[in-house]
T-cell receptor, first 114, second 111 residues
Framework: DQQVKQNSPSLSVQEGRISILNCDYT??????FLWYKKYPAEGPTFLIS?????DKNEDGRFTVFLNKSAKHLSLHIVPSQPGDSAVYFC?????????????FGTGTRLTVIP | EPEVTQTPSHQVTQMGQEVILRCVPI?????FYWYRQILGQKVEFLVS????????KSEIFDDQFSVERPDGSNFTLKIRSTKLEDSAMYFC?????????FGAGTRLSVL
């Protein structure tokens, strides 16, 4: 049951360059998506979200793009900084059930090289 | 900044023992959740809680699991008789608006 998929387990990027993290989903009922960042020994920290009525949401260095027809979203970080090194999770709630339980991807470990 | 706090950070127990994992959600939040992450796997939903009752639960959340909000601040997850496969990180989350905020987790090690 892989409703949210992150196919790249790891990504390395030079400091100052763009990081692009990808996420695909299979359930067409998802209409809201979130990105979380996780450092070791900490819980997931909310980063940015996007509703399906939009195709882009920007917050500082972070931009999330949503392509509903392709069931694909991506997180862009520019410029990347060493402090961005963490595991990034894509997640989506299945709101039709009345609860907001999140379906998570398996995560992508981003390493930003100074 | 308000945060979700979880205790203990690490719990070691023998198989068959009961454990209680504790969480203090953010004070004005109304929805609470437990998730777990087995080492090397994805974060999985266990249960959601609203208005002092379970709102939804996954198939992982069987009769060995229970949740409780014993007072106005704590939210607990109890595992009645732990199994080896219950070893995982357990995360509590509380929801404000559309965003779930997570605690740092409790690492449960069942020996």
């Amino acid at each position: 049951d892989q409703q949210v998929k992150q196919n790249s387990p790891s990504l390395s990027v030079q400091e100052g360059r763009i990081s692009i993290l990808n996420c695909d989903y299979t359930n067409s009922m998802f209409d809201y998506f979130l990105w979380y960042k996780k450092y070791p020994a900490e819980g997931p920290t909310f980063l940015i979200s996007i509703s399906s009525i939009k195709d882009k949401n920007e917050d500082g260095r972070f931009t999330v793009f949503l392509n509903k027809s392709a069931k694909h979203l991506s997180l862009h970080i520019v410029p990347s900084q060493p402090g961005d090194s963490a595991v990034y999770f894509c997640a989506a709630p299945l709101l039709e059930t009345g609860a907001n339980n999140l379906f998570f991807g398996t995560g992508t470990r981003l390493t930003v090289i100074p | 900044e308000p945060e979700v706090t979880q205790t203990p950070s690490h719990q070691v127990t023998q198989m068959g023992q009961e454990v209680i994992l504790r969480c203090v959600p953010i004070s004005n939040h109304l929805y609470f959740y437990w998730y777990r992450q087995i080492l090397g796997q994805k974060v999985e939903f266990l249960v959601s809680f609203y208005n002092n009752e379970i709102s939804e639960k996954s198939e992982i959340f069987d009769d060995q699991f229970s949740v409780e909000r014993p007072d106005g601040s704590n939210f607990t997850l109890k595992i009645r008789s732990t199994k080896l496969e219950d070893s995982a990180m357990y995360f509590c989350a509380s929801q404000g608006g559309d965003i779930q905020y997570f605690g740092a987790g409790t690492r449960l090690s069942v020996l």
